[in-house]
């Protein structure tokens, strides 16, 4: 998506790319893969890229074994990493040995050691573990601005000037809370209106329902950046994947908005990027 002169053209061709060797692999031969493991609240996600940084590889896989930000099911969180593990090492013919991971901004002495915990678990050695949007930014490659990253369970944010994280922040509110409001109005089983919600069909029409815990996402944005000069704000996280949230947020914070065509896989491809090839060889 371009706005104003603004385009993710680098970042779209990439995950396009990805959703691409979802399906079907590259078998390449690189010297070094790089993974990342994206353990969100409604979705995880595993991303393997080549030695050239190209992604190869990648699974994902609805679950609910993290919640707010924070590992709730540890057993079946490992339990989902080493199956996607193994599904993709049997259509690479090689062994994953490394990864990435990402926790939600702020939240490292909370919860940083449940998470490298169940990487390991699964079987990778854990060769970094960052921020979320920080971790986005390695495919977003803004130089001045605010990250946010709206994910199923929370919101984070991570401010950059000149290339460099200054802040970063954390809250709960995302996509969960959408499922929520979907349920009471329309009376479904939160497990359909998760469900309902993910059909770009329906968003139109969930709009306006939805705005009210748009507008306490943008809030939360407004609280964070005071005392920032930020220019612009980019999207990432699954729950961006609501058509015209960015209208939302740019109403609500003043603050140029934008986000890439597909922002649900811009943060587990950042993360893979930071897989580093030192550790990985």
């Known amino acids: 998506m371009s706005k104003e002169g603004i385009t993710f053209e680098e970042c779209d061709s990439l995950v396009k790319e990805f959703e691409r060797v979802v399906k079907k692999p590259v078998t390449n031969g690189s010297s070094v893969y790089y993974t990342g493991v994206d353990l969100g609240t409604a979705c995880v996600v595993v991303a393997v890229l080549d030695e050239n940084f190209k992604p190869v590889a990648g699974a994902y896989r ?11 099911d540890y057993i079946g969180a490992i339990r989902i990493v080493r199956e996607m593990k193994e599904e993709l090492e049997e259509k690479l013919g090689c062994e994953l040995l490394y990864a990435a991971a990402a926790i939600p901004p702020g939240t490292d002495e909370l919860d940083s050691g449940a998470i490298k915990n169940v990487v390991q678990g699964a079987g990778f050695e854990i060769t970094a573990l960052l921020d979320e949007p920080t971790a986005a930014n390695a495919v977003l490659k803004i130089k001045n601005g605010a990250v946010v990253d709206i994910g199923g369970g929370t919101t984070g944010i991570s401010i ?122």
């Open 62 to 72: 609805y679950a609910d074994v993290v919640r707010d930000g924070m590992v709730v």
């Open 160 to 281: 950059l000037k000149d290339g460099k994280v200054v802040y970063v922040a954390d809250e709960a509110t995302g996509g969960t809370h959408f499922s929520l409001v979907i349920s009471g109005a329309y009376g479904l089983p939160f497990g359909e209106a998760e469900r309902y919600k993910r059909d770009p069909s329906h968003h139109k029409e969930l709009l306006p329902v939805l705005k009210p815990v748009v507008e306490k996402i943008s809030s939360i944005i407004n609280r964070h950046l005071e005392g920032h000069q930020v220019e612009g704000i980019y999207l990432v996280g699954g729950t961006c994947c609501l058509a015209g949230i960015e209208d939302i947020i740019e109403k609500r914070t003043g603050i140029p908005t934008y986000k890439p065509d597909n922002p649900m896989f811009v943060t587990p491809l950042g993360i893979a990027r930071s897989c580093t090839q030192e550790a990985c060889e």
